[in-house]
C-alpha cells in the first residue's frame, strides 16, 4: 500500500496492544511536537477541555476566601468595588417609613370647607343627626357715583 500526500493529516492509528490513553496523548500537541504552533494550540486544548477528554483547569476559589498573602493588587481592587455595591445596596434599603399617630384625640384631622348656602349633616353622641347650616354672606351694596 503506498502512502500518498494529503492536505488533511490522519492521526496514528491505535494499535491493538496500546492504550486509549497512549493514542489520546498523541492527539494532544505538545510544546516539543513540530505540530504545536500558534494560537491553534490553545484552541484545540480549549475544545478538548470542553468535550471533557482532558480534565478543566480548576477554577480559583472566590476573592473572599482566598488568603491574604495570594491575593494581589486588581483582587483587591475587586474587593473595594464589590464592597462599594454592597454599600450602595445597603443604602437604597434604608427607606424611611413614616409612622403612625398614637394620640387619641377624637377630633378630625381634616376638616371639610364649608362653601356659601350649604347644609351638613353631623352625627350627635346619641345616633342622631343633626342638620347644619352655613350663614350666608350678605351680598354687598353698590353704590354708583353720579
Known amino acids: 500500500m503506498a502512502k500518498t500526500a494529503s492536505l488533511h493529516p490522519q492521526p496514528p492509528e491505535p494499535s491493538t496492544s496500546s492504550k486509549s490513553s497512549e ?67 445597603h443604602k437604597l434599603r434604608n427607606v424611611k417609613v413614616k409612622r403612625e399617630r398614637t394620640d387619641d384625640n377624637p377630633r378630625r384631622r381634616k376638616v371639610a370647607r364649608s362653601s356659601r348656602h350649604s347644609t351638613q349633616l353631623e352625627l350627635d353622641e346619641e345616633g342622631g343627626v343633626r342638620e347644619s347650616a352655613t350663614p350666608t354672606l350678605a351680598e354687598r351694596e353698590i353704590i354708583e357715583l353720579d
Not at 33 to 57: D, H, N, Y
Not at 61 to 82: A, K
Open 23 to 89: 493514542f489520546r496523548d498523541s492527539l494532544i500537541p505538545t510544546p516539543q511536537s513540530s505540530s504545536a504552533t500558534g494560537p491553534s494550540v490553545s484552541r484545540f486544548k480549549e475544545a478538548l477541555k470542553s468535550m471533557l477528554i482532558i480534565p478543566r483547569t480548576p477554577t480559583p476559589p472566590p476573592l473572599q476566601e482566598r488568603e491574604y498573602d495570594s491575593i494581589d493588587r486588581q483582587d483587591v481592587l475587586e474587593l473595594q468595588r464589590q464592597l462599594k455595591a454592597m454599600k450602595e445596596k
